[in-house]
């Protein structure tokens, strides 16, 4: 009975990998081995089917973050593995860094990294993962619990290039009595046995019960999130071609036109927000449905309303626009201005300085403001904004915030505006506003005209 249930799990494995043609084109993989019970059945099922035909190298990513003597054994374990079946072997030591995702989330990150990192080398040109139906299950419970959307209830794809997963398609209980059939030994990770962790509690909580009601609740599961996944990339490929009229690329962020996004269904409105955060930020990871709706909820919220969100990301209100980019700590600028130097170069600013003799006439233009030399105070300079600053206009002074606000100047941008000074204060919003002093006539003895224009 054992042995006919181990070639059913092979019939399995291989009917997954012939329906998503896991393997087309592929002469060498990199298997993710963790020298526990699915990453050794993945190895021998694989070593089966394709010995003779594709190479391939175990990867055993070492995270640091169990103890010592549990990470050598495993490494051990996945040495004797690849020797055993012939295979190549490369363990990955990686750092990890929590960026405000969680520990668990942060080390698969780190894990997928190093993963691909390798693979582009040249070693390979798929990632074989040991997920199982089990995995799928509890991904599937876990992300209805965190609200991750249709996205997330669609779970697992069986196929991601470079990666793959073989076993998606059979249960836990099946993979351990195909490696007690073919007598495989496996190390066991304690920590998977640890209700600190959520990923533990549904397993071994929740999904009994589950199961308790409805005995075939891993297939159920699985043909409910098939049809989720259509319905998703349905709607996704719905949204990008609204996306291409909706979005506009700018430096750091990307806009979306409230006015286009909010005539469409709620479900293609939350599309377009979430493929604003991957083109900024790379992938989903770290986000929920509550950040996507409070995003969305920006639309009915006043101008300049800001919410900030997971891995350095925020969103904003701008007008009719809702503005979802990367938080980027501002540069202090202070630049001294030498008014014999011709031209100097700041930022993505070019200004250029012309001293002259009158009598002049100022002639209206945007990107130029002449001065009287005898009325300013030197030296000057160029910096940016700083808090409480203001400008002299006709009736007194006035705060840059008002100001900037009055131009329409949108907040992320006035970090980056910048301002000429003499010693006395504000003397020109550049390109904007020119301060109430300084003005020619025609006593004008000496004058600097001052040009700016901005480079790529």
């Known amino acids: 009975m054992m042995i006919k249930k181990s070639e059913r799990l092979i019939r399995t494995v291989e009917a997954t990998i012939g329906?998503?043609?896991?393997?087309?084109?592929?002469?060498?993989?990199?298997?993710?081995?963790?020298?526990?019970p699915d990453s050794i059945c993945l190895l021998d099922v694989?070593?089966?089917?394709?010995?003779?035909k594709m190479e391939f190298e175990l990867v055993y990513v070492n995270h640091g973050m169990r103890p010592a003597t549990v990470l050598r054994r495993e490494e051990a374990k996945t040495r004797a593995y690849a020797a055993r079946y012939g295979a190549g072997c490369k363990i990955l030591r990686v750092r990890v860094r929590n960026q405000g995702v969680g520990a668990e989330a942060a080390a698969r990150q780190a894990r997928y990294r190093a993963l691909e990192s390798y693979m582009e080398q040249g070693h390979a040109?798929?990632?074989?993962l040991g997920h199982n139906l089990d995995d799928f299950v509890e991904t599937f419970v876990l992300n209805m619990v965190r609200g991750s959307g249709l996205r997330g209830l669609a779970s697992m794809p069986a196929k991601r290039l470079p990666y793959v997963r073989p076993l998606i398609d059979c249960e836990k209980k099946d993979i351990l009595d195909y490696l007690k059939a073919r007598r495989l030994s496996y190390a066991i990770d304690r920590t998977n046995r640890s209700l600190d962790h959520r990923r533990n509690i549904i397993r071994m909580k929740i999904v009994p019960v589950l199961r308790s009601?409805?005995?075939?609740?891993?297939?159920t599961i699985r043909r409910a999130a098939q049809i989720l996944k259509g319905d998703d990339e349905y709607i996704r490929q719905q949204a990008g071609e609204i996306y291409a009229r909706a979005a506009k690329q700018e430096k750091d962020c990307i806009l979306l036109d409230i006015n286009t996004m909010m005539s469409y269904n709620p479900s293609v409105i939350s599309r377009l927000v979430m493929k604003a955060i991957a083109d900024l930020s790379g992938s989903l990871d770290g986000y929920e449905s509550k950040h996507y709706q409070a995003i969305v909820s920006l639309t009915a919220k006043e101008h300049s309303?800001?919410?900030?969100?997971?891995?350095?990301?925020?969103a904003q209100r701008e007008r009719d626009n809702v503005v979802i980019g990367r938080v980027r700590p501002g540069m202090p600028i202070e630049v001294p201005i030498d008014i014999n130097a011709g031209s100097v170069a700041i930022g993505d600013h070019v200004l250029r300085l012309k001293l002259g003799?009158?009598?002049?006439?100022?002639?209206?233009?945007?990107n130029r403001e002449v001065f009287d030399l005898d009325k300013l105070h030197l030296p000057l300079y160029v910096r940016n904004k700083k808090p409480g600053d203001w400008i002299e206009t006709k009736i007194g002074r006035k705060r840059l915030k008002k100001v900037y606000s009055e131009q329409r100047i949108v907040p992320r941008k006035r970090g980056a505006t910048l301002l000429l000074c003499d010693q006395q204060g504000v003397l020109w919003v550049i390109g904007f506003v020119r301060a109430y002093r300084g003005f020619i006539s025609g006593k004008t003895k000496k004058a600097l005209a001052v040009e700016f224009e901005r480079v790529d």
């Open 19 to 36: 329906e998503h043609r896991m393997f087309d084109g592929a002469s060498k993989v990199l298997i993710a081995f963790s020298s526990g």
């Open 46 to 52: 694989l070593h089966r089917l394709y010995a003779g």
């Open 125 to 128: 040109q798929r990632i074989a």
């Open 213 to 219: 009601i409805n005995p075939e609740i891993h297939q």
């Open 305 to 314: 309303k800001k919410i900030s969100l997971p891995k350095g990301i925020y």
């Open 357 to 366: 003799r009158g009598p002049f006439v100022k002639e209206p233009c945007t």
